[in-house]
């Protein structure tokens, strides 16, 4: 038999009661991940990047948001379905998260030792307990793993005695304390000075790359992309427009908006800034109809604006949902 | 080569935070900006690139007006704005500002025609007013019939649209672009900063681009200058600047950008990766205060502070690996 992925995500619907009707936030996301990859979502502020990722997590607040449709799979079994119990299993070692924001992920009342020792009590064997001693010790090799000096001092300390560098690093530390199979950093650098981030994506890769961890890496930085990961997934308006390898996608991206974002980056080589993608992401009250992308695509023909398009299969790993390639054939090859 | 609009000689602006010592007689202070020399040329865009708490919207500020320096002068086309108590209204129209976060710098309970007016109201009094935010709002690519909508109806790059139409209300000749698209998405900052290139041939505007985004300076400024703690390390032509970066910070910064291309990833210098945390500005290191995160350091570094030193014409560096006289020397050599 077959191994089943590590994530799959299937036709996932997620919907937000607001004053006014329903946020239609994602529009059926599909998303495979295998053991040990390295994936990234890429995708403008409000395309549902992080709104995916918190279904995964289930932590999503419901109500106000619903899941009239969709299944989401963790090493085959269905989270959608799994009681408090096993979920409370799966966050203390299968999943863990990095936030954007290390200042709001930290709680400012407790000091680190005391934040990161109950991460790591808690999501030990619970018929086993470890004791305060092993507790404490673990912490301490977290901190070390960070690269953070003085581990003892900083156990004592409290957030806001640290900088966000630091603060990110603890996070980090945090995360891969319960050593989990998957880890999802949510834009982990975002927040950070661009030297700063480049220490924390740095280290987060060695990490990562050292303990075999699968990671799904959420940014709206296609650079960071492209040096951290090995496929990646574009995001629009809560559906995947397209998803390849990673050195692929960089080399010919197919999807109008995929095209549109990366001739929208500023490059270092010079030659001037293109006008970008016209008009905004739509309202998730009233999305369009069709292809959500159809009101800001140059390419946009008459089926776009009715229908929503299906996938359609480049090559092996490199799929494009857009009209635009429905004569290629689905299933057959050529990119 | 056109004359000099703003000159900014040794600009200091200190804070003072708190009070330390026996009988808290002591000021702690925090150095925002501590000895920047710089100037904008006529119709250029002049870059200030920088990491958080380097002071770069602090020299901004003080351009402005909103600080008093502590200590330097600022030359504006000759005048001192700073001669008065108070700025004399002619210049207050001369030098305008355009913030980072258009969701924070327009009144939420303002229309747009209100907020575009109120600079003509102070500035063009005599003038027909509807006409005038007409006019403005064409001029940033806006239809007229937004002037009655309120900022939360707009998107964030047709708010920041707004907020250059203020800007440009009172026809000024210089404009403090402050992290004009940090906040907007990739694929809306494009059509911004394009706006503001063309804006800037029609009313032969200066600019004083601020960002921390080196990708997006190298497309749009005509001279760089990189800030680190208050206080320039590396001031030359863009093009120049990309192709040989001299100060070990400006090759750091380089080397940290996450690009999307093989071609720039051979502009990014190789030898040279980040470490270190950025000191706090109220505690800055002896020396040059670069010592600390600095792979090339040297005994020196630590006690004395650096001077700018002219390495290629246009091109100054505040370091002391090129003390040795104002010869060349490549990185590449070093």
């Known amino acids: 038999m077959t191994v089943p992925p590590l994530v799959e995500i299937k036709n996932l619907h997620v919907h937000f009661s607001v004053y006014g009707g329903q946020l239609k936030v994602l529009d059926g996301v599909n998303f495979v991940m295998r053991s040990g990859e390295k994936v990234g979502l890429v995708g403008e502020t409000g395309c549902g990047k992080t709104t995916t990722m918190k279904a995964i997590l289930r932590v999503l607040p419901m109500p106000p948001a619903r899941i009239p449709q969709g299944e989401i799979y963790f090493k085959g079994r269905d989270i959608l379905k799994m009681s408090e119990g096993e979920l409370a299993q799966i966050r203390g070692r299968g999943i863990s998260m990095i936030f954007q924001d290390p200042t709001a992920a930290l709680n400012p009342v407790f000091s680190i030792g005391e934040q990161l020792e109950a991460v790591i009590r808690y999501s030990s064997d619970q018929k086993k307990p470890l004791s305060p001693q092993e507790v404490h010790q673990r912490a301490i090799a977290s901190l070390q793993e960070v690269a953070l000096a003085d581990p003892e001092r900083l156990l004592r300390s409290y957030p806001i005695q640290l900088s966000g560098g630091m603060r990110q690093r603890v996070c980090i530390g945090m995360a891969l304390a319960t050593g989990p199979e998957l880890l999802i950093a949510d834009e982990p650098g975002t927040s950070l000075d661009v030297t700063i981030q480049d220490q924390i994506l740095r280290l987060l890769r060695k990490l990562v790359e050292e303990k075999n961890t699968s990671i799904i890496l959420i940014t709206h930085t296609l650079g960071i992309v492209r040096e951290m990961t090995d496929r990646v997934y574009v995001m629009y308006a809560g559906n995947m427009v397209e998803v390849a390898a990673t050195k692929e996608l960089f080399a010919s991206p197919q999807h109008p908006y995929t095209r549109g974002l990366m001739d929208a980056v500023p490059r270092l080589t010079g030659g001037g800034v293109s006008d970008g993608i016209p008009g905004r992401i739509p309202n998730y009250l009233n999305p369009p109809p069709g292809c959500r992308f159809h009101p800001r695509c140059p390419q946009a023909i008459e089926i776009c604006r009715r229908e929503k398009p299906p996938t359609y299969k480049l090559s092996e790993a490199h799929e494009v949902a857009c009209f635009l390639y429905a004569d290629n054939g689905k299933g057959t090859q050529s990119s | ?334």
């Open chain 2, 1 to 334: 080569m056109s004359a000099d609009i703003l000159t900014v000689t040794d600009l200091k602006k200190y804070f003072v935070i708190g009070q330390s010592g026996l009988l808290k007689r002591e000021p702690i202070t925090v150095k925002a900006v501590d000895g920047v020399s710089f100037a904008v040329r006529e119709g250029e865009t002049f870059g200030l690139v920088g990491e958080s708490g380097s002071g770069k919207s602090t020299v901004a500020y003080t351009v402005v007006g909103m600080y008093r320096p502590t200590a330097g002068t600022i030359t504006f086309r000759g005048q001192n704005p700073f001669a008065n108590k108070t700025r004399p209204l002619a210049l207050k129209k001369e030098i305008q500002i355009v913030y980072q976060d258009p969701g924070s710098s327009l009144n939420p309970r303002r229309s747009i025609k209100e907020i575009i007016e109120l600079p003509l109201r102070i500035h063009r009094p005599d003038e027909n007013r509807i006409e005038q935010v007409v006019r403005l709002l064409e001029m940033v690519e806006l239809p007229p019939d937004y002037m009655y909508k309120y900022p939360r109806m707009l998107g964030g790059g047709e708010k920041q649209m707004v907020a250059i139409a203020r800007a440009l209300a009172t026809n000024p000749s210089f404009v403090i672009l402050d992290e004009p698209t940090s906040a907007l998405d990739v694929s809306i900052q494009g059509k911004i900063i394009n706006l503001l290139i063309r804006l800037q041939k029609e009313f032969h505007l200066s600019y004083l681009f601020i960002t921390h985004d080196l990708s997006l300076m190298r497309n749009v400024a005509s001279r760089v200058a990189i800030m680190y703690l208050g206080k320039i390390c590396e001031v030359a032509e863009t093009a120049e600047f990309f192709r040989n970066p001299y100060h070990p910070y400006t090759q750091m910064l380089l080397s940290s950008i996450p690009v999307v291309s093989e071609e720039e990833e051979k502009l990014k210098p190789q030898k040279i990766i980040s470490t270190g945390e950025i000191p706090s500005p109220v505690n800055i290191p002896s020396g040059c205060s670069f010592h600390l995160r600095c792979p090339a350091r040297m005994d020196i570094c630590s006690r004395v502070d650096p001077v700018m030193i002219e390495v290629e014409k246009g091109h100054t560096v505040r370091c002391h690996l090129y003390a040795r006289a104002s010869e060349s020397i490549p990185p590449s050599e070093q």
